[in-house]
């Protein structure tokens, strides 16, 4: 069972903008932390942003500034606003939810590529 579909990746030009979604299909982290992770070809999965059920935001400190998360509770969603993308964001994101509980779960990625 699919409970966390990420969507909105894609190819974008370096110093381009995307907006990453991730659904919660059955509502189950409504009341959880979620966050965001990247993994780049030959590297280890690391963190890019988390967010808390009331909206509170942490972040990766290389991307802050850069990156946006934030959450729609009513629609179950939360999002990754990508701003002025570099090669070195290259990877595929991952949604997570259920930051720091025994029954976290994972998105199954969505690719990002940014390339000339």
């Known amino acids: 069972q699919v409970e966390l579909v990420e969507s909105g990746g894609g190819l974008v030009q370096p110093g381009g903008s995307l907006k990453l979604s991730c659904v919660d299909s059955?509502?189950?982290?409504?009341?959880?932390?979620m966050g965001w992770f990247r993994q780049a070809p030959g590297k280890q999965r690391e963190l890019v942003a988390t967010i808390t059920p009331g909206g509170t935001t942490d972040y990766r400190d290389s991307l802050k500034g850069r990156f946006t998360i934030s959450r729609d509770n009513a629609k179950n969603t939360i999002y990754l606003q990508m701003n002025n993308l570099g090669l070195g964001d290259t990877a595929i994101y991952y949604c997570k939810g259920g930051l720091g509980t025994l029954r976290a779960s994972w998105g199954q990625g969505t690719q990002v590529t940014v390339s000339s």
């Open positions: 059955g509502g189950r982290f409504r009341n959880q932390a």
